[in-house]
T-cell receptor
Framework: DTAVSQTPKYLVTQMGNDKSIKCEQN?????MYWYKQDSKKFLKIMFS???????INETVPNRFSPKSPDKAHLNLHINSLELGDSAVYFC?????????????FGEGSWLTVV | GENVEQHPSTLSVQEGDSAVIKCTYS??????FPWYKQELGKRPQLIID?????GEKKDQRIAVTLNKTAKHFSLHITETQPEDSAVYFC???????????FGTGTRLKVLA
């Protein structure tokens, strides 16, 4: 019973390609997130949605576009991939967006751009 | 903007010894401080958290202390075991916001 699941787990692609990562949570949570973890293990928030509405949009290139068709899904589409996009992308969710709510992470998607 | 500093970046201890990881936050309005453990190749998972109205919290071999005046909080692991080896992240969440500000992580190695 995976609470937050994301696909694919591994993705190797060439520069310039467009790719998507899908995420689904079955916890009934209202809020979902995308985090990026680089090679130094830094965890940085990229986006957050609450009930399908964008509530956090950090300084992320326009090539990254999140989409939330419903509150259980938050997908990440990346256009014109660059070498620097190589990282682990974690989807996550929490009951609501207010402080004190535990964030549950997915297994991560290892993106390698060659 | 908000910032969370975490030290040390790496920590090696002998099995059975204690480990302490410290974090300092910049936003005095932060009121929630979770700690996450990330094993190699796995997802970060919450291990313990503390709210600003509490000074200390324990859960078996793990404890977290909070000093609001100094704006720092620490993770204490006693009687360390090899399975405690992982990267540990602290985070601070400013009151009224929904943005976890993560520290830079501490790679803990417990030597058998």
């Amino acid at each position: 019973d995976t609470a937050v699941s994301q696909t694919p787990k591994y993705l190797v692609t060439q520069m310039g390609n467009d790719k998507s990562i899908k995420c689904e949570q079955n916890l009934g949570h209202d809020t979902m997130y995308w985090y990026k973890q680089d090679s130094k293990k830094f965890l940085k928030i990229m986006f957050s949605y609450n009930n399908k509405e964008l509530i956090i949009n950090e300084t992320v290139p326009n090539r990254f576009s999140p989409k939330s068709p419903d509150k259980a899904h938050l997908n990440l589409h990346i256009n014109s991939l660059e070498l620097g996009d190589s990282a682990v992308y974690f989807c996550a969710s929490s009951q609501t967006y207010t402080s004190g709510n535990t964030i549950y992470f997915g297994e991560g998607s290892w993106l390698t751009v060659v | 903007g908000e910032n969370v500093e975490q030290h040390p970046s790496t920590l090696s201890v002998q099995e059975g010894d204690s480990a302490v990881i410290k974090c300092t936050y910049s936003d005095s309005a932060s009121n929630y401080f979770p700690w996450y453990k990330q094993e190699l190749g796995k997802r970060p998972q919450l291990i313990i958290d503390i709210r600003s109205n509490v000074g200390e919290k324990k859960d078996q071999r793990i404890a977290v202390t909070l000093n609001k005046t100094a704006k720092h909080f620490s993770l204490h692991i006693t009687e360390t075991q090899p399975e405690d080896s992982a990267v540990y992240f602290c985070a601070a969440v400013p009151s009224g916001t929904y943005k976890y500000i993560f520290g830079t992580g501490t790679r803990l190695k417990v030597l058998a």
